[in-house]
């Protein structure tokens, strides 16, 4: 579940205000501090991942741990190929990960014609 707590711990730690961080990630400080003030408890997938990016982590620090353990368990179904896709993609920065993701994107429609 989101937990807005961890973006306020990651800009604490980063020396980040929401001005800062609003400029960062090309969020209006208006929607960022409904975020970061709980008003908005389930923020856009698109907005997340652009707080993520301005914050240089996954879009997975802002969620529980609960669902480490089911993340892990589907991780140890895979394949060992696919294992290290995953962990090379997950290594990867910010610009880099948006990349192979738009490239992933073009494979997908192309399956789709």
């Not at 990651?10 to 990630?25: D, N, P, Q, R, V």
């Not at 923020?43 to 802002?62: C, G, H, M, N, Y």
């Not at 190929?81 to 990867?92: D, M, P, V």
Request: cysteine-free; overall charge negative.
């Amino acid at each position: 579940m989101f937990d807005r707590n961890k973006i306020l711990s990651i800009m604490e730690h980063k020396g980040l205000t929401k001005y800062a961080l609003s400029k960062l990630s090309g969020i209006s400080q208006t929607t960022l501090g409904d975020i970061l003030g709980g008003k908005k408890v389930s923020p856009k997938v698109d907005t997340l991942e652009r707080i993520a990016e301005a914050l240089e982590v996954p879009v997975t620090s802002f969620f529980d741990d609960v669902n480490d353990n089911k993340i892990e368990d589907e991780f140890k179904k895979l394949s060992e190929e696919n294992k290290l896709f995953f962990s090379k993609y997950e290594n990867l920065n910010p610009k880099a990960k948006k990349q192979m993701y738009q490239i992933l994107k073009t494979f997908e429609d192309e399956t789709e014609e």
